[in-house]
């Protein structure tokens, strides 16, 4: 520090812009210059003690110095540098506030005027500076960049807090900006309160990085030390000849005597020996020893004991335990016949991947149980409705926290053989693509004879062969799985149970399980055929068989209750007790044929539950020749309805319809259920005879269900879904079928019971429908009982014929 008096301030002084750092008064500052502006103020005076005011301007020359508090400070010991800079010395002297600027020969002069600290009390600044100093001493300890020596040379000082102030702002690291705020606050109080917070501020940062450093050193020394003693310990016991360490070394041992293939084996014992690196207590250890548990726990190469497969065998199993379903059972018994005389050569086949299509209830997942029991395989089920991230296909990556192998390796260590029945249910409710990627992209390898192989899950990042698994998948529709998936699979639809299926299905599995499972015998409980009938009908008309089994189970808990109350002697169960139970039916009698009427037609449409009835309504009134459409329509359904107006239209005169151009009739066809939504191609003919019969006066019969769809040409074209149609008609006592002739061929799968109860009628084209369905007008009903006929009938002579 300097004592030099403050001179005299003469009227111009020499503008020293600094861009770094800054001159604080009573204090020597080293610099070097390059500016051109401060070059020319150096040549412009030579000699040493020049006075200069001193400004921190970090883009030199830019800043507006008028009012702002400088420096003045004596330049001396000057002498040049390297690459034309030029080197010196200020010493401080005391702070002054620019009045006024002007521009000199290549630089900058300045006006200014003393300016004083403002006074400060000392029961206020005495505080500050105590807190400046502990924390600098603070800092001082925990921080090797800080200056040890400043809390002394600052404690040195508190007399003069203004000398304590410049002191701690040029020598406690303080950023330019921060220099030079201390500069321009002449209030003292003020300018020991803001050093005070930033010293401070930075002894806390600094107490922080000290402890996570002392931290850091701690884990440090204490792994360096247990790896060192660790090094020991196996250098003793490879001494002692003792070289079991512990887990490790039996981890080790069922490696190598786990029956793994060999690059498994590789990967396990390399894995092992990473082990033995890490110490216990780190997290990695963990997960590379669960890693090592997962590859040991997985069947690579257990299979199933008897692997021989007796027809005979898997026939009575598929027999005992489901009834009906011949196209299913016949297409299993091939498959497994060619699995039967290939023989066991080391690897299966690479047959199909079965799929039961059919609707909720109808006996899929028990199917697959009959399966494995039969062949004497593990059976496990996995169900994958919802399933939205392609992880749990493949697995997680095992960077992740919380990471496992997916849904299938997850089953196989479960079942522990690698040539288990493996159920995929419920694949057509998988999501398709979305933020975890697409799971139903990711099945393509699991289902494909091809490629699963050498299936490798993300966190065993290991090759696991899946062909030896029997894949069955279930589904309730397949338009829901994608084409690429879909391609490799083989199709067995399952439609449903008619009635008398139901009926036989209950006397021989349903019945027995109910009545254990309910604690009471048939003693208690007495059906007939005639109440199974009842339920199965006017109960429980669906294609499976679970809203059948829910309605038995309740008579069965309304007995049991009643027994328990003490309620002796059997109940024979009649139409009365059944609706006492069960309420009132929620289905008409199956025998209730309606009467024809005109515009109104029974259609078949194919539902994921089942065939359904669809009523087709239509209407006509006066009008401008407009036709409505409502019930919640796809657009092929509405297409439909297009193609069966013009259709009609072009067959005015045969069909004797009044108003052939629809110029004066308003058509209304409607579907009801408007909530359900309605779309496919297999209404048109249902919705052509609707409009044909309102349009003709003519009645349609009602005992009769109508499927097909119509060209504008009249041809009636194939469509699908027939046996579950077919079903749906049975069960509500519809004995007649109108199917296009395309379709004869789809009478085969049709149980012989319900193809030998109905009646068929084959179409190729709509005039033949119109001659089934649409009967002759009634005698009271006649041409010129219609509006206008006979002037409309006149203008239709005159269309030329259809």
């Given at each position: 520090?300097?004592?030099?008096?403050?001179?005299t301030?003469?009227?111009?002084?020499?503008l020293?812009?600094?861009?770094?750092?800054?001159?604080?008064?009573?204090g020597?500052?080293?610099?070097?210059?390059?500016?051109?502006?401060?070059?020319?103020?150096?040549?412009?005076?030579?000699?040493?003690?020049?006075?200069?005011?001193?400004?921190?301007?970090?883009?030199?020359?830019?800043?507006?110095?008028?009012?702002?508090?400088?420096?003045?400070?004596?330049?001396?010991?000057?002498?040049?540098?390297e690459?034309?800079?030029?080197?010196?010395?200020?010493?401080?002297?005391?702070?002054?506030?620019?009045?006024?600027?002007?521009?000199a020969?290549?630089?900058?002069?300045?006006?200014?005027?003393?300016?004083?600290?403002?006074?400060?009390?000392?029961?206020?600044?005495?505080?500050l500076?105590?807190?400046?100093?502990?924390?600098?001493?603070?800092?001082?300890?925990?921080d090797?960049?800080?200056?040890?020596?400043?809390?002394?040379?600052l404690?040195?000082e508190v007399?003069?807090?203004?000398?304590?102030?410049?002191?701690?702002?040029?020598?406690?690291?303080?950023?330019?900006?921060?220099k030079?705020?201390v500069?321009?606050?002449?209030?003292?109080?003020?300018?020991?309160?803001?050093?005070?917070?930033?010293?401070?501020?930075?002894?806390?940062?600094?107490?922080?990085?000290?402890?996570?450093?002392?931290?850091?050193?701690?884990?440090?020394?204490?792994?360096?030390?247990?790896?060192?003693?660790?090094?020991?310990l196996?250098?003793?016991?490879?001494?002692?000849?003792e070289?079991?360490?512990?887990d490790l070394?039996?981890?080790?041992?069922?490696?190598?005597?786990?029956?793994?293939?060999?690059?498994?084996?590789?990967?396990?014992?390399?894995?092992?020996?990473?082990?033995?690196?890490?110490s216990?207590?780190?997290?990695?250890?963990?997960?590379?020893?669960?890693y090592?548990?997962?590859?040991?726990?997985l069947?690579w190469?257990?299979?199933?004991g008897?692997?021989?497969?007796?027809?005979?065998?898997?026939?009575?199993?598929?027999?005992?335990?489901?009834?009906?379903?011949?196209?299913?059972?016949?297409?299993?018994?091939?498959?497994?016949?060619?699995?039967?005389?290939?023989?066991?050569?080391?690897?299966?086949?690479q047959?199909?991947?079965?799929?039961?299509?059919?609707?909720?209830?109808?006996?899929?997942?028990?199917?697959?149980?009959?399966?494995?029991?039969?062949?004497?395989?593990?059976?496990?089920?996995?169900?994958?409705?919802?399933?939205?991230?392609?992880?749990?296909?493949?697995?997680?990556?095992r960077?992740?926290?919380?990471?496992?192998?997916?849904?299938?390796?997850?089953?196989?260590r479960?079942?522990?053989v690698?040539?288990p029945?493996?159920?995929?249910?419920e694949?057509?409710?998988?999501?398709?693509?979305g933020?975890?990627?697409?799971?139903?992209?990711?099945?393509?390898?699991v289902?494909?004879?091809?490629?699963?192989?050498?299936?490798?899950d993300?966190y065993?990042?290991?090759?696991?062969?899946?062909?030896?698994?029997?894949f069955?998948?279930?589904?309730?529709?397949?338009?829901?799985?994608?084409?690429?998936l879909?391609d490799?699979?083989?199709?067995?639809?399952?439609?449903?149970?008619t009635?008398?299926?139901k009926?036989?299905?209950?006397w021989?599995?349903?019945?027995?399980r109910?009545?254990?499972?309910?604690?009471?015998?048939d003693?208690?409980?007495?059906?007939?055929?005639?109440?199974?009938s009842?339920?199965?009908?006017?109960?429980?008309?669906?294609?499976?068989?679970?809203?059948?089994?829910?309605?038995?189970?309740?008579?069965?808990?309304?007995?049991?209750?009643?027994?328990?109350?003490?309620?002796?002697?059997?109940?024979?169960?009649?139409?009365?007790?059944?609706?006492?139970?069960?309420?009132?039916?929620?289905w008409?009698?199956?025998?209730a044929?309606?009467?024809?009427?005109?515009?109104?037609?029974?259609?078949?449409?194919?539902?994921?539950?089942?065939?359904?009835?669809?009523?087709?309504?239509?209407?006509r009134?006066?009008?401008?020749g407009?036709?409505?459409?409502?019930?919640?329509?796809?657009?092929?359904?509405?297409?439909?309805?297009?193609?069966?107006?013009?259709?009609?239209?072009?067959?005015?005169?045969?069909?004797?319809?009044?108003?052939?151009?629809?110029?004066?009739?308003?058509?209304?066809?409607?579907?009801?259920?408007?909530?359900?939504p309605?779309?496919?191609?297999?209404?048109?003919?249902?919705?052509?005879?609707?409009?044909?019969?309102?349009m003709?006066?003519?009645?349609?019969?009602?005992?009769?269900?109508?499927?097909?769809?119509v060209?504008?040409r009249?041809?009636?074209?194939?469509?699908g879904?027939?046996?579950?149609?077919?079903?749906?008609a049975?069960?509500?006592?519809?004995?007649?079928?109108?199917?296009?002739?395309a379709?004869?061929?789809?009478?085969?799968?049709?149980?012989?019971?319900?193809r030998?109860?109905?009646?068929w009628?084959?179409?190729?084209?709509?005039?033949?429908?119109?001659d089934?369905?649409?009967?002759?007008?009634?005698?009271?009903?006649?041409?010129?009982?219609?509006?206008?006929?006979?002037?409309?009938?006149?203008?239709?002579?005159?269309?030329?014929?259809?």
């Amino acid at each position: 520090m300097s004592d030099h008096p403050a001179p005299t301030l003469p009227a111009d002084l020499p503008l020293l812009a600094l861009r770094s750092t800054i001159v604080f008064p009573g204090g020597r500052l080293a610099i070097q210059v390059a500016g051109p502006e401060n070059h020319a103020l150096l040549a412009a005076h030579p000699d040493d003690g020049t006075l200069v005011c001193c400004l921190l301007d970090p883009e030199e020359g830019t800043a507006d110095p008028a009012g702002r508090i400088g420096v003045i400070a004596r330049l001396v010991d000057r002498r040049p540098a390297e690459r034309g800079t030029v080197q010196f010395t200020l010493e401080g002297l005391q702070r002054a506030r620019v009045t006024g600027v002007r521009d000199a020969a290549g630089f900058r002069v300045v006006r200014a005027e003393a300016a004083p600290d403002a006074p400060a009390e000392v029961a206020v600044v005495r505080p500050l500076m105590h807190r400046i100093a502990e924390a600098a001493d603070e800092q001082a300890e925990r921080d090797p960049a800080f200056p040890a020596e400043l809390p002394g040379l600052l404690r040195r000082e508190v007399a003069r807090p203004d000398r304590f102030a410049d002191l701690a702002a040029a020598r406690g690291g303080l950023r330019p900006a921060e220099k030079d705020a201390v500069v321009q606050c002449l209030d003292l109080a003020a300018r020991l309160t803001l050093l005070a917070e930033r010293f401070e501020r930075e002894a806390a940062k600094a107490t922080v990085q000290e402890d996570v450093r002392q931290a850091t050193e701690r884990r440090v020394d204490r792994h360096h030390r247990e790896f060192y003693l660790r090094q020991q310990l196996q250098a003793i016991r490879a001494e002692l000849g003792e070289t079991d360490d512990g887990d490790l070394g039996e981890l080790r041992r069922r490696v190598d005597e786990a029956d793994l293939p060999e690059a498994v084996a590789t990967e396990a014992r390399r894995e092992v020996e990473r082990l033995r690196a890490l110490s216990p207590a780190s997290s990695e250890h963990q997960l590379l020893r669960n890693y090592v548990d997962w590859i040991l726990a997985l069947p690579w190469r257990a299979r199933s004991g008897d692997r021989r497969i007796t027809l005979a065998r898997v026939e009575g199993a598929l027999d005992g335990r489901h009834y009906g379903l011949r196209e299913a059972k016949e297409r299993i018994l091939e498959y497994l016949a060619v699995r039967q005389l290939r023989g066991d050569r080391g690897r299966d086949p690479q047959g199909p991947i079965l799929c039961f299509v059919g609707p909720p209830g109808t006996g899929k997942t028990s199917l697959g149980e009959a399966i494995a029991a039969s062949l004497g395989r593990a059976f496990y089920r996995i169900s994958v409705g919802g399933v939205r991230d392609e992880a749990e296909i493949r697995g997680h990556r095992r960077t992740y926290v919380g990471a496992l192998p997916g849904l299938l390796i997850q089953a196989l260590r479960r079942v522990q053989v690698n040539d288990p029945v493996l159920m995929i249910d419920e694949i057509d409710k998988m999501a398709v693509g979305g933020p975890g990627g697409d799971p139903t992209a990711a099945m393509l390898e699991v289902l494909d004879p091809g490629q699963n192989g050498t299936f490798t899950d993300h966190y065993l990042n290991l090759p696991f062969d899946l062909s030896s698994v029997l894949f069955i998948c279930t589904a309730n529709s397949l338009l829901d799985i994608p084409p690429a998936l879909r391609d490799r699979l083989e199709v067995i639809r399952i439609a449903g149970y008619t009635v008398e299926e139901k009926v036989e299905i209950a006397w021989r599995y349903l019945l027995p399980r109910l009545f254990d499972e309910h604690g009471i015998t048939d003693h208690d409980l007495q059906f007939t055929d005639e109440t199974l009938s009842l339920v199965a009908n006017r109960y429980a008309r669906e294609a499976g068989l679970r809203t059948f089994e829910r309605h038995l189970a309740a008579l069965m808990r309304r007995r049991a209750k009643r027994k328990a109350e003490g309620e002796a002697g059997a109940w024979v169960l009649d139409a009365a007790r059944i609706a006492e139970v069960l309420g009132p039916p929620r289905w008409a009698p199956e025998t209730a044929e309606q009467e024809p009427e005109v515009g109104t037609v029974t259609g078949l449409a194919w539902t994921s539950n089942g065939g359904e009835l669809m009523t087709i309504e239509a209407l006509r009134m006066p009008g401008t020749g407009k036709l409505i459409v409502t019930g919640q329509l796809g657009d092929v359904m509405r297409e439909s309805v297009d193609a069966a107006s013009s259709y009609v239209r072009s067959r005015a005169r045969a069909l004797r319809v009044a108003d052939p151009e629809l110029r004066a009739t308003d058509l209304h066809v409607h579907f009801p259920a408007g909530s359900v939504p309605k779309d496919g191609p297999s209404a048109g003919v249902a919705v052509t005879l609707a409009i044909a019969s309102v349009m003709s006066q003519r009645a349609v019969r009602r005992d009769i269900a109508v499927t097909g769809e119509v060209t504008l040409r009249g041809r009636v074209l194939e469509i699908g879904g027939v046996k579950e149609k077919v079903l749906a008609a049975y069960r509500a006592g519809l004995r007649h079928v109108v199917l296009p002739a395309a379709n004869e061929k789809d009478l085969r799968e049709i149980p012989p019971e319900v193809r030998a109860a109905c009646t068929w009628t084959l179409v190729t084209t709509m005039d033949e429908v119109v001659d089934a369905m649409l009967l002759t007008r009634a005698p009271e009903t006649t041409a010129s009982d219609l509006p206008l006929f006979d002037e409309i009938a006149a203008a239709a002579a005159d269309l030329p014929p259809a």
